[in-house]
């Protein structure tokens, strides 16, 4: 019954395994594994191969080879308990597009209180960690969508900077897993994180896709309010050049206000 239970878990995450799988770095490092094995063995090729066996058969793994292969074995299944046999490289460091700002240990504080009115929701990471590179890009698509003047971006190298770590309590351990952490700061103070944690420590599942982040930050609803404070800020500025809005125009009420006592002095 384990054995039957075992084999329609298996077929049924099938597909994500597919999708998990089929990505260009997990394909390149197969096929260099499997491209080292066929050269060494093909006929007409080994030949002509350097080896350190005393016998002088270059179509065989000498000593130093096994104990490379068996060391690289070890270090992927400790590092990786999903890679068994194919030993792959973890993914490519995200170089592409984002509204995000990068916090060291002396600015997150400065930053998140600077402005009361800015909701920040700020990613603390570590470079080393493989779960963190997959999330880069999805965290990086969702600054370009919903990056405005009162919904910001951060990150933080939590791993870089041990003190933050402890400062707002999300751990670098392997076994806590709780990398990558977002938080939801609105003046300086936490309204809520994803993943949550439990009293051992231990961080409780939640899966790191665009929907579910949406979903529990509402990220919709906080976008739409940012963007009032964006008309807001920028209606000032219009105030402070000697711009005034015109007639019919989408400036918030409560701006024309603070026109009075301005043309007041006018008048004067």
Known sequence: ????????????????????LLKPY????????VAFLVVRKAPGLCE?????????????????EVEILMFLSAI????????????TCKPPLYMGPEYIKYFSDKTIDE?????????????????????????APIFADLSLKYNCAGLRFGKVDIGRYGEVSQRYR???????????????FQGGREIMRRPMVDNKGRAVSWTF?????????????????????????????EEQNGFQPEDGSDELQPETNDMEPTESKKDQ
């Open 76 to 87: 992927v299944m400790m590092k990786n308990r999903r890679a068994t046999f194919v030993m």
């Open 48 to 64: 002509h191969l350097a080896t350190q066996r005393e016998d002088g058969n270059s179509c065989d793994f000498d000593w130093r």
């Open 26 to 33: 997990y394909i390149t490092s197969f096929f260099m594994t």
């Open 111 to 135: 930053e998140l209180q600077s402005d009361s009115r800015v909701t920040w929701i700020v990613e603390f990471y570590a470079n080393w960690s493989s779960d963190c590179q997959s999330f």
């Open 170 to 184: 999300v751990s670098t351990s392997p076994l806590a897993k709780q990398l990558p952490t977002l938080v939801l």
């Open 1 to 20: 019954m384990g054995i039957i239970t075992g084999v329609c878990t298996f077929l049924y995450h099938l597909p994500q395994i597919y999708k998990w």
């Open 209 to 237: 896709n665009e929907e579910n982040i949406i979903r529990e930050f509402n990220l919709n609803e906080l976008f739409q309010k940012s963007k009032k404070l964006s008309k807001t800020r920028g209606s000032k500025g």
